[in-house]
């Protein structure tokens, strides 16, 4: 049997037990390529038991089976680089193991064997930056994005806030009419989430064990070392002095709203509207402060 | 104060055991929600070799709102005005709690690479950005020359 038929074989045996869940790409003379599958922990088709994934991708060399081929794992969604590491040594034993004969059956039911193992997302949660803990409540995203339910419900409804403000500011024609729909914080595609529910939650275990901040001496180094920049670019008077800078917009814009007085729907820099809305900062004992209630001025 | 968030700690601790190459960014000694941050001008742009100071704070709802930045230095940019505030969608609308100190501090440093004087914030600057970019790109690393270098 030559290569073209044994690999075609193969691929035929491949598409019978997968079905759709394999994709195979043809060169120009007809042979295979490319086979990928995206695959999946098994859960007896519990779509929603399914935290991890990805996809398979097998480049067939000329000479395959007789030669290995080169595979390698895309989009991993749940999966940290470590597992992802651990995934290559164990496909590349395989690969050696299957020398000659057919392996890409055999590396999917690798993969997918692993994944059910840990069906549980080792990457860590965007929003707190720390992983999922066995006891976690957390959300697998239609996207495969990860988040703790405490964590996501806080983006909502913070972010669901600002949307509700910034529309109010809008005439009624302006609005949006679909109101505030949620969207992933990683990917912002659209996602459906229920946050009365998601804001029960308790806070995320590894959170409540995470150690406290100390201040290193390498720090201390670091500190210094911006400190010498900060002051040799004062002597060359190349530092930002706010108050000056400040004065002068205080008169360009005396002198604006004097010619444009009727442009009263968007104060823009204007320092009274710096002065009024220095209360983002509120609570903020710090010696910047000043400096900050300048940002929340300009859109 | 309340207790710093977690989240703070584990990106500090981050930011110092893995730094982000051409970005350097310090907590205070009297306030960890505000960052000494010092980005280089990127190789290719009118701002190369240049050291810039900015300050990074972490507002009290973080990482529900983003941070607040600022360049220090002076620099000649259509897209920071004179008190050194920055024009980037991911410091305003488009923020997610998903970014993280290193994301923006990239994002701004990305900014030096590709000035956009279709969306100004220093008119003046866009300006001659626009009618005559080799006149303003002279200025930005005269600019640079003069104020964003180290001893």
Same mark, same amino acid.
């Given at each position: 049997?030559?290569?073209?038929?044994?690999?075609?074989?193969?691929?035929?045996?491949?598409?019978?037990?997968?079905?759709?869940?394999?994709?195979?790409?043809?060169?120009?003379?007809?042979?295979?390529?490319?086979?990928?599958?995206?695959?999946?922990?098994?859960?007896?088709?519990?779509?929603?038991?399914?935290?991890?994934?990805?996809?398979?991708?097998?480049?067939?060399?000329?000479?395959?089976?007789?030669?290995?081929?080169?595979?390698?794992?895309?989009?991993?969604? /749940?999966?940290?680089?470590?597992?992802?590491?651990?995934?290559?040594?164990?496909?590349?034993?395989?690969?050696?193991?299957?020398?000659?004969?057919?392996?890409?059956?055999?590396?999917?039911?690798?993969?997918?064997?692993?994944?059910?193992?840990?069906?549980?997302?080792?990457?860590?949660?965007?929003?707190?930056?720390?992983?999922?803990?066995?006891?976690?409540?957390?959300?697998?995203?239609?996207?495969?994005?990860?988040?703790?339910?405490?964590?996501?419900?806080?983006?909502?409804?913070?972010?669901?806030?600002?949307?509700?403000?910034?529309?109010?500011?809008?005439?009624?024609?302006?609005?949006?009419?679909?109101?505030?729909?949620?969207?992933?914080?990683?990917?912002?595609?659209?996602?459906?989430?229920?946050?009365?529910?998601?804001?029960?939650?308790?806070?995320?275990?590894?959170?409540?064990?995470?150690?406290?901040?100390?201040?290193?001496?390498?720090?201390?180094?670091?500190?210094?070392?911006?400190?010498?920049?900060?002051?040799?670019?004062?002597?060359? /008077? /190349?530092?930002?002095?706010?108050?000056?800078?400040?004065?002068?917009?205080?008169?360009?814009?005396?002198?604006?709203?004097?010619?444009?007085?009727?442009?009263?729907?968007?104060?823009?820099?204007?320092?009274?509207?710096?002065?009024?809305?220095?209360?983002?900062?509120?609570?903020?004992?710090?010696?910047?402060?000043?400096?900050?209630?300048?940002?929340?001025?300009?859109? | 104060?309340?207790?710093?968030?977690?989240?703070?700690?584990?990106?500090?601790?981050?930011?110092?055991?893995?730094?982000?190459?051409?970005?350097?960014?310090?907590?205070?000694?009297?306030?960890?929600?505000?960052?000494?941050?010092?980005?280089?001008?990127?190789?290719?742009?009118?701002?190369?070799?240049?050291?810039?100071?900015?300050?990074?704070?972490?507002?009290?709802?973080?990482?529900?709102?983003?941070?607040?930045?600022?360049?220090?230095?002076?620099?000649?940019?259509?897209?920071?005005?004179?008190?050194?505030?920055?024009?980037?969608?991911?410091?305003?609308?488009?923020?997610?709690?998903?970014?993280?100190?290193?994301?923006?501090?990239?994002?701004?440093?990305?900014?030096?690479?590709?000035?956009?004087?279709?969306?100004?914030?220093?008119?003046?600057?866009?300006?001659?950005?626009?009618?005559?970019?080799?006149?303003?790109?002279?200025?930005?690393?005269?600019?640079?020359?003069?104020?964003?270098?180290?001893?």
């Amino acid at each position: 049997m030559s290569h073209h038929e044994r690999v075609q074989e193969e691929l035929e045996a491949l598409e019978a037990i997968l079905m759709d869940d394999i994709s195979i790409s043809y060169n120009e003379i007809g042979c295979a390529e490319l086979v990928k599958s995206t695959i999946f922990p098994s859960t007896a088709n519990e779509v929603e038991k399914q935290y991890v994934c990805v996809t398979l991708e097998v480049k067939l060399p000329e000479n395959y089976p007789d030669c290995k081929p080169v595979v390698k794992l895309k989009s991993p969604r /749940g999966l940290d680089d470590s597992t992802i590491d651990h995934l290559y040594r164990e496909i590349n034993k395989k690969c050696d193991e299957f020398l000659g004969q057919p392996v890409i059956f055999e590396l999917i039911d690798l993969i997918r064997e692993n994944l059910t193992e840990s069906n549980l997302p080792t990457c860590q949660c965007a929003v707190c930056l720390y992983g999922f803990s066995e006891g976690d409540s957390f959300t697998k995203t239609q996207c495969f994005h990860y988040f703790h339910n405490y964590c996501l419900a806080n983006h909502l409804i913070i972010t669901s806030k600002h949307f509700n403000e910034e529309q109010d500011k809008l005439p009624a024609w302006k609005r949006s009419p679909e109101g505030f729909r949620a969207t992933c914080p990683v990917c912002r595609e659209l996602i459906n989430c229920d946050v009365d529910e998601l804001k029960t939650a308790m806070p995320p275990k590894d959170l409540e064990n995470a150690q406290k901040f100390e201040v290193t001496h390498e720090l201390k180094l670091l500190q210094q070392e911006m400190q010498q920049l900060f002051n040799y670019q004062k002597s060359r /008077g /190349g530092i930002i002095d706010i108050e000056a800078e400040e004065n002068k917009l205080l008169l360009i814009t005396n002198s604006n709203e004097d010619s444009a007085a009727d442009n009263s729907g968007d104060p823009g820099t204007s320092l009274s509207n710096t002065i009024s809305s220095s209360s983002v900062s509120d609570g903020v004992q710090n010696r910047n402060q000043r400096h900050y209630s300048n940002y929340s001025s300009h859109r | 104060m309340a207790a710093l968030p977690r989240r703070i700690i584990k990106e500090t601790q981050r930011l110092m055991q893995e730094p982000v190459p051409g970005i350097s960014a310090v907590p205070d000694d009297s306030n960890a929600r505000y960052f000494h941050v010092i980005v280089t001008g990127p190789e290719d742009s009118p701002f190369e070799g240049g050291l810039f100071k900015l300050e990074l704070f972490l507002p009290e709802d973080y990482p529900m709102s983003a941070p607040k930045v600022r360049f220090i230095t002076k620099i000649y940019h259509p897209n920071i005005d004179r008190l050194g505030r920055i024009c980037l969608d991911i410091l305003k609308d488009k923020w997610s709690p998903a970014l993280q100190i290193r994301t923006v501090l990239l994002s701004i440093q990305a900014l030096l690479s590709a000035p956009n004087p279709d969306d100004p914030l220093a008119n003046d600057v866009a300006e001659l950005w626009k009618v005559n970019e080799s006149e303003a790109i002279r200025n930005a690393k005269e600019w640079t020359r003069r104020y964003a270098m180290d001893n």
